[in-house]
């Protein structure tokens, strides 16, 4: 994945380095939970640009009123033209880890900005307290053996 992406790791989410070991000691493959958190993903991202904001809930910079007044649809809406950094959210399921983000290389122009051409972050890409907790509950589901 060439753009911009996050790398959930044990790291993104506090106490899933537990969850996580013990399950990839019982099966040695963690691509069908991690999977299911990338679907959760998916569903939670687009429901937060709807929102047009942040991962901590925090609203996007607004456009430009110079680029508002150019902007030929979606005018009042940031990170919305045609919606394909939107419509490219995806994600990777491996038997060890989960990439989630988007093949287009501007993803990381407007996730981490770029001052020289006076574009503001916006970040999009990350994980919310909801989808943390969704994390660890899809883990201990998959421990228990009743998976979601």
Do not use: C
């Not at 901590?56 to 910079?61: D, K, L, T, V, Y």
């Not at 030929?72 to 989960?98: G, I």
């Amino acid at each position: 994945m060439a753009g911009s992406f996050i790398a959930i790791s044990h790291h993104g989410v506090a106490d899933a380095h537990e969850l996580l070991a013990r399950l990839y000691q019982r099966t040695g493959d963690l691509s069908e939970p991690l999977a299911d958190i990338g679907e959760g993903l998916q569903l939670s991202h687009r429901d937060r640009w709807d929102a047009q904001e942040t991962p901590e809930g925090e609203p996007w910079i607004p456009l430009s009123d110079k680029y508002r007044a150019r902007k030929p649809r979606h005018a009042d809406e940031v990170l919305r033209l045609n919606d394909d950094l939107r419509d490219t959210l995806t994600y990777q399921a491996e038997p060890q880890t989960l990439y989630f983000g988007t093949p287009l290389e501007y993803g990381a122009a407007h996730q981490f900005g770029r001052p020289e051409i006076k574009l503001p972050e916006r970040p999009y890409l990350g994980l919310s307290e909801a989808d943390q907790q969704s994390v660890l509950e899809t883990l201990e589901g998959y421990l228990r053996g009743t998976p979601p």
